[in-house]
């Protein structure tokens, strides 16, 4: 039998800032699945759909999630890399049609929570739990 290990944020307000953001980077990203097809699309590709405006609100909402970073402590060097994943998001958005097709495959958003995430558990800020139970891979048991 294997055991799960849950990762939870040592402190409360780390962890419901880091729900937030996440929730944020999910809606931008990856919250809808296009029709037919298993590509999932966010906010950012739909309000990218209007021209530059669609870009700098998507950038608005991208810049949020680096200041709750910035607020949880997050090293200048990361900050920096989330800007820059930001600013190629918004520059190439800004291209009609190419930059809708970016803005589905880049993801700049989700790119941003898992810099933030690694940040926070390489800097001790992840508390690792057993979790309730043990888990069972049935994949691995085979009846015959």
Same mark, same amino acid.
């Given at each position: 039998?294997?055991?799960?290990?849950?990762?939870?944020?040592?402190?409360?307000?780390?962890?419901?800032?880091? @729900?937030?953001?996440?929730?944020?980077a999910s809606l931008m990203d990856d919250?809808?699945?296009?029709?037919?097809?298993?590509?999932?699309?966010?906010?950012?590709?739909?309000? =990218?759909?209007?021209?530059?405006?669609?870009?700098?609100?998507?950038?608005?909402?991208?810049?949020?999630?680096?200041?709750?970073?910035?607020?949880?402590?997050?090293?200048?060097?990361?900050?920096?890399?989330?800007?820059?994943?930001?600013?190629?998001?918004?520059?190439?958005?800004?291209?009609?049609?190419?930059?809708? @097709?970016?803005?589905?495959?880049?993801?700049?958003?989700?790119?941003?929570?898992?810099?933030?995430?690694?940040?926070?558990?390489?800097?001790?800020?992840?508390?690792?739990?057993?979790?309730?139970?043990?888990?069972?891979?049935?994949?691995?048991?085979?009846? =015959?």
């Open positions: 039998m294997k055991t799960s290990t849950v990762e939870r944020y040592a402190d409360p307000e780390v962890e419901a800032a880091v @729900a937030r953001i996440e929730a944020i919250r809808f699945v296009i029709p037919g097809t298993s590509t999932r699309v966010g906010l950012d590709a739909v309000i =990218g759909l209007v021209p530059v405006v669609g870009d700098l609100i998507s950038q608005a909402i991208s810049s949020y999630l680096i200041w709750e970073a910035r607020r949880l402590g997050v090293s200048r060097l990361v900050i920096g890399r989330m800007c820059v994943n930001t600013a190629i998001d918004t520059v190439v958005g800004i291209v009609p049609f190419v930059g809708d @097709a970016f803005d589905v495959a880049f993801r700049a958003n989700r790119k941003n929570v898992n810099l933030l995430k690694a940040h926070l558990a390489k800097h001790g800020h992840v508390r690792r739990d057993a979790a309730s139970g043990p888990v069972i891979d049935v994949r691995a048991r085979q009846v =015959g």
